[in-house]
């Protein structure tokens, strides 16, 4: 069964949690997209809510199907916010920033009461790490920076660390972030302890921040074949 049709369950079973009145936080990636464009349709039918975007192209797709967007300066409280992960896993640890995303991202997911995590299947693991952990790095002294994430990896017992910049499609170009950093793509295998690696992280200095999320999501939809499973923690 497509992945496609799991994202739509997950994204549409988010709904149930959005009421008038509230201020949403808006994910970033295909899933939360999803999400985006059933709000639209919610809102064409009269739900009153407004919405804090965490990318670019999330706030276009906003624009397009109406949903009322608000300057995430002006904001005083978010409830909800409904996002992607790349992968979650038991604990409701997420490896986020695939799309490279994952500062706004993580901004917006400290601020609200609540950060719903909407996922296909193919997401779950036991353990996180197969997919590379992307880590947002200030684009002064990157090299730098990645021999200290590297360095960083190996103390936390990943034994083999691959830190890789991530480029543009074209292969030519570093990918740039909606803030101007970069990403480095760290393949771990699997992450031992990922309250270490957090820690460790953030104290260097060029680390701007990195994709693990934890302790920030309470919910977690996986889409299946033919429903949506909702976890709560
Ligand atoms: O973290 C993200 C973007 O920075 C996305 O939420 C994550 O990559 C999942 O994307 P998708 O729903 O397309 O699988």
């Not at 992307?134 to 990157?142: C, L, S, W, Y």
């Not at 972030?177 to 699997?190: F, P, Q, R, S």
């Amino acid at each position: 069964m497509s992945a496609n049709r799991q994202k739509t369950f997950a994204a549409a079973a988010a709904l149930a949690y959005v009421e008038d009145g509230m201020t949403l936080g808006l994910g970033s990636g295909s899933t939360a997209e999803i999400f985006v464009r059933l709000l639209g349709e919610r809102i064409k039918d009269g739900l009153r809510i407004q919405a804090v975007a965490t990318s670019n192209q999330t706030a276009e797709l906003a624009q397009e199907v109406g949903v009322p967007l608000i300057d995430v300066d002006h904001v005083n409280h978010i409830s909800v916010t409904v996002d992607g992960a790349d992968e979650v896993d038991g604990h409701f640890q997420l490896i986020k920033g695939g799309g490279g995303c994952l500062l706004r991202e993580k901004i917006i997911a400290h601020a609200s009461d609540l950060m719903i995590v909407v996922i296909d299947e193919s997401k779950l693991v036991s353990r996180l790490g197969r997919f590379a952990l992307p880590v947002e790095v200030d684009r002064f002294g990157f090299s730098i920076t990645a021999k200290q994430i590297y360095d960083v990896l190996r103390a936390c017992g990943i034994a083999k660390p691959d830190v890789q910049l991530r480029r543009k499609g074209d292969g030519l170009e570093p990918f740039v972030t909606d803030g101007g950093h970069y990403i480095l793509d760290c393949a771990c295998g699997a992450i031992p302890d990922a309250a270490m690696v957090d820690y460790r992280l953030k104290a260097l200095p060029g680390v701007v921040e990195h994709g693990l999320f934890i302790g920030l999501a309470r919910v977690v939809i996986v889409g299946e074949d033919t429903e949506a499973r909702v976890l709560e923690l």
